[in-house]
């Protein structure tokens, strides 16, 4: 009998948990929102509290007085045994896996037979939080990887264990996709899923390929200005982003690239912070939620609020300015094959990715769409990278590296024997398969 998910119940209350809390509260289904017990006072007090802050705010996470009541609070240590009455549990605890394995221990203890489990998790391997855990558990369980803001974030990254029925999987991609509207990416359980994978790969190799343009006398903005519109890539550019997601995050992305990437992998030559990085990163300079970062928010002797930038130069805060590109670096084929200072950092930042993602089928996914799926949805990209490759003309980038005397990635190799000339085909309805066939888009 197919699983059917009608009820869950979200262990954790955190930014992650809340967000998937109000998500399915939202969509009309009965919600268990627990959390660990309260040091003092009500012992339902943290939850409680993550509730409130729920309702609160400019734009409040439930949509109405219905959805608030659809969900039900409680703590581990005496609401847990609930759990038996709910479909879909949750876990959304604290990324830690000594703490989530042995949380999960306890769930699988006292879950109902044919529930389903998933892990929100986004960077460790499911095989390593199941070790050792109960047989049961291993098929029921899955990765589910939403992005932050889960009420805004399309994507929703799907991960399988090597035991994981397929029942449990179709039931999971089903509803995550009708019921909550997601949009699903399957992946395979390696280090940092598809989007991370690829997306700290890009911001990761810009801090580390940024001072060479900044040598060339290229201010931070022109690098943001580069590493954005014109490639399909939010405003925020590079170091925007970077600010966005803060230093100290990104660090503990490094060093979890550091540990988990394969030996061979390109990855490895920038998963470390250049000197400048870590200088920030040790005194506290770590992005927006600590005030400042690359960019900070300063103010005028007349009081009004103005964007100041921390000169990498001069290690000292100037006030920003504002960028225009040339008109023959505002398209990505004119960028990317332009032989000036941005033009190659944005040949070795956003080409780089590309051929690294080029590289990546079948080690995180079986195909290009549900890659070109993950940056596009989770982040923010117009094009996922073998879209933009298509763009740019497959042919011409693999010459390009053939004259660098560097060699073709797999799927530009398939391309190429194929005699295709881009990795989608009759209005995007078909995508090329690493078999060298053609496929329908699901």
């Not at 949509?63 to 879909?88: P, Q, S």
């Not at 037979?113 to 939080?129: D, K, P, Q």
């Not at 590079?238 to 503990?252: C, K, P, S």
């Not at 094009?383 to 990635?409: K, Y």
Request: net charge negative.
């Amino acid at each position: 009998m197919a699983r059917q998910i009608r009820s869950v119940a979200v262990c954790g209350t955190g930014t992650m948990g809340a967000g998937i809390a109000a998500l399915c509260a939202n969509t009309g289904l009965p919600v268990l929102f627990l959390d660990m017990q309260a040091p003092e006072g009500e012992r339902n007090g943290v939850a409680a509290a993550a509730l409130e802050k729920m309702q609160g705010g400019r734009q409040p996470m439930l949509m109405d007085a219905e959805a608030l009541g659809r969900i039900t609070v409680g703590n581990f240590d005496d609401d847990l045994g609930k759990i038996a009455d709910y479909d879909w549990i949750v876990e959304a605890i604290i990324e830690d896996l000594a703490v989530k394995q042995d949380f999960l221990g306890k769930v699988e203890a006292l879950r109902s037979e044919g529930s389903i489990v998933t892990t929100n998790t986004s960077g460790i391997m499911l095989r390593a939080i199941t070790e050792g855990l109960p047989e049961r558990l291993g098929r029921d369980i899955a990765v589910t990887h939403f992005f932050n803001p889960v009420l805004v974030m399309k994507l929703v990254e799907l991960i399988p264990g090597a035991r994981t029925e397929r029942e449990v999987m179709d039931a999971l991609a089903g509803f995550l996709a009708g019921r909550l509207g997601k949009g699903v990416v399957f992946a395979k359980d390696t280090v940092n899923f598809i989007a991370n994978r690829i997306g700290c790969f890009w911001l990761l190799n810009g801090l580390n390929q940024a001072q060479a343009a900044l040598d060339a006398g290229c201010s931070m903005e022109q690098i943001d200005a580069a590493l954005s519109k014109p490639l399909g890539v939010p405003p925020t550019g590079l170091f925007g982003l970077l600010d966005l997601i803060g230093l100290d995050v990104m660090a503990l992305v490094a060093e979890n690239l550091r540990q988990n990437l394969p030996e061979n992998d390109v990855g490895l030559a920038h998963a470390r912070f250049p000197g400048f990085a870590q200088a920030m990163l040790e005194r506290g300079q770590i992005g927006r939620k600590a005030g400042q970062g690359f960019y900070r928010m300063g103010k005028t002797a007349d009081g009004d609020r103005v964007k100041e930038t921390f000169d990498l130069t001069s290690d000292g805060w100037r006030a920003g300015e504002q960028v225009e590109l040339a008109d023959g670096l505002l398209s990505a084929e004119g960028l990317l094959f332009d032989d000036g200072p941005l033009g190659r950092l944005a040949w070795a930042v956003m080409g780089g990715t590309l051929l690294y993602a080029a590289d990546l089928i079948p080690q995180i996914s079986d195909d290009v769409v549900n890659i070109d799926n993950a940056i596009r949805w989770g982040f923010g990209w117009r094009q996922g990278p073998f879209e933009l490759l298509g763009q740019l003309g497959p042919e011409r980038v693999a010459a390009r590296l053939e004259a660098e005397g560097h060699p073709l990635p797999k799927m530009l190799q398939v391309l190429r024997d194929t005699g295709a000339s881009a990795f989608y085909r009759n209005d995007g309805a078909e995508f090329l398969g690493m078999d060298g066939a053609w496929h329908p888009v699901p």
